[in-house]
């Protein structure tokens, strides 16, 4: 399986009309790739609290659009990551979407653990409550966004639900890196599950980004990561070596709690 994680430079001197077009480009250019991932709240950046208002849409409104376009043109599965979804009642939400090669929408999903604790995303946007796992012909994909990834219980809950290779679009800062590539390889091993897990590049709101888009194997190793700046990382994978860890080490079988 061939994944492209696409490491966006979200950066405040380009227009989030022309970061979508350009994104789209960018997705055009993945086809042959199976699976492709962009990062969280790529249209506005994760730290820029006071345009998610203003730059909030309709779960299918102008990036749906866009994304399901390019998906379809380049005949991938694509992660487009997240946007600031606001429904008809006025709440906002953190959201990922997700299309299949044909470019039907094949899930969202609603971010649950919101950062910010009593500022930011913590307090404007509302919280997701169920939890989202996509079959593709090669593996179940569980999805998860950014935040999410210092919570093991809610990728145990994805496990439980099938999920073998766990997807992570994320805005995560530099001066926290060292926790964002030490998580995804710890959820990776204690889930015996590939980690894929896509990162912004570039500053926004006077927030360095952390970059170092990252792939891990179900035993922890680390089978590519990006640098600091905008790039594609692609990485070939066989999802079938899931199945093989879970047997060979069948740690998931003894658990407890």
Known sequence: MRASLIQIAVDEGESVETRRLRVASLVREQAGADLVVLPELWTTGAFAFEEFAAQAEPLEG???????????????????????????????????????PSGERAASYRKIHRFGF????????????????????????????????????LFRGLVDAGAETLVIPAGWPE???????????????????????????????????????????????????????????T????????AVTREQFPALKDRVL
């Not at 659009?65 to 380049?74: I, R, V």
């Not at 996509?134 to 994909?141: A, I, N």
């Open 118 to 153: 009593d500022k930011g995303e913590a307090v404007l946007m509302g919280r997701g409550e169920d939890l989202v796992t996509v079959r593709l012909p090669e593996t179940t994909l569980g999805v998860a966004t950014c935040y999410d990834l210092r919570f093991p219980e």
């Open 175 to 233: 001066r926290r890196r060292d926790h964002w590539t030490l998580l995804a390889r710890a959820r990776a091993v204690e889930n015996q599950a590939f980690v894929l897990a896509c990162g912004t590049a570039g500053t926004h709101a006077r927030v360095p980004q952390a970059g170092h888009s990252i792939v891990v194997d179900p035993w922890g190793q680390v089978l590519a990561e990006a640098g600091a700046d905008e790039e594609v990382l």
């Open 62 to 100: 102008t990036t749906h659009e866009l994304m399901a376009k390019a998906a379809s043109d380049a005949g991938v599965w694509l992660h487009a990551g997240s946007i600031p979804e606001r429904t008809p009642d006025g709440t906002l939400y953190n959201t990922s979407l997700l299309f299949s």
């Open 235 to 242: 990485v070939e994978f066989d999802p079938g070596k899931v």
